[in-house]
């Protein structure tokens, strides 16, 4: 199974910008589906972003048009870039491997935390004003 480990995690003033790191150990990692979630204390987990295989991309209402996700193959790498942050997207924030594709008009499936079996350990994101 593959193992992931977040970096890029801080903190920032509203409107300025982070990039997340995800590095994967495994060979499995170009086949897989990938992922962005977060969660604060209290609520459930929030799938934010995520990407194929063959790169089709995926975001939730909140994040899209700031956030963009990538991901390097010959590095074992997903990236998170986060653009105009706000408060409100303060959380920890987690990678997550699992297995399926970006389908047009189910894309919300893969937003789904239970298509995910591998998880890192998170990297805490604090955005003030």
């Known amino acids: 199974q593959v193992q992931l480990v977040e970096s890029g995690g801080g903190s920032v003033q509203a409107g300025g910008s982070l990039r997340l790191s995800c590095e994967a150990s495994?060979?499995?990692?170009?086949?897989?589906?990938v992922g962005w979630f977060r969660q604060v204390p209290g609520n459930n987990r929030e799938g934010i972003a995520a990407?194929?295989?063959?790169?089709?991309?995926t975001y939730a209402e909140s994040v899209k048009g700031r956030f963009t996700i990538s991901r390097d193959n010959a590095k074992n790498t997903l990236y998170l870039q986060m653009d105009s942050l706000k408060p409100e997207d303060t959380a920890m924030y987690y990678c997550?491997?699992?297995?399926?594709?970006?389908?047009?008009?189910?894309?919300?499936?893969?937003?789904?935390?239970?298509?995910?079996?591998?998880w890192g350990q998170g990297t805490q994101v604090t955005v003030s004003l």
């Open positions: 997550a491997a699992g297995v399926g594709t970006v389908v047009a008009g189910l894309k919300h499936l893969v937003l789904r935390s239970s298509r995910y079996n591998a």
């Open positions: 495994g060979a499995t990692f170009s086949s897989q589906l």
């Open positions: 990407i194929d295989s063959d790169g089709t991309t």
